[in-house]
């Protein structure tokens, strides 16, 4: 199976395409950013973020694409209703691609990796470079972000397969 992970933004999105099977093993297909053009208005960033996405999606054809979800702080509004924009055209895109969408809260996705849902920045690109064999700490934070939110699927994904 191919899950994309994807970490939502307005000006920069991570994204990352790992390939996993029933032996375990995980590849890393593809991992980048989207960035979006912020001097252009909303309406041509989110256009530009669709595009980005609908041709990455259509270069690999996950069969999950695993995100984020909205995280709202009290002393940032704006912050979430900004990423929302951003993860409502993730989600909108991955279903015109008939790519079923599995979301995870920031907490799920920490103890997935590490254990607790209070790990720090560095301690989940360690865990991230430890599960999938990388040869150094993966960057930028947005890359490293979408590799965890991917391998958290993937490792909810084996634990299910495993009870049932």
Known sequence: MKVIGVDPGLRTSGYAVIHFSDR?????LD???????????LSIRLNQIHDDIDEILKEHQPDIMAIEEL????????????????????????????????????????????????????????AV??????SSLPTPADVADALAIAM??????QRENLTL
């Open 24 to 28: 375990q093993e995980h590849k890393v």
């Open 31 to 41: 991992a980048g950013v989207i960035k979006a053009d912020t001097n252009r208005p």
């Open 71 to 126: 995280y709202a702080h009290y002393n940032h509004p704006r912050t979430a209703i900004l990423m929302g924009h951003a993860r409502g055209v993730f989600l909108l895109t991955a279903n015109q691609n008939k790519i079923h969408v599995d979301d995870y809260s920031a907490t799920r996705i920490k103890k997935s990796l590490v254990g607790h849902g209070r790990a720090s920045k560095e301690q989940m690109q360690y």
């Open 129 to 134: 470079m430890q599960q999938l064999n990388l």
């Open 152 to 157: 958290c699927c993937i490792n909810e994904h």
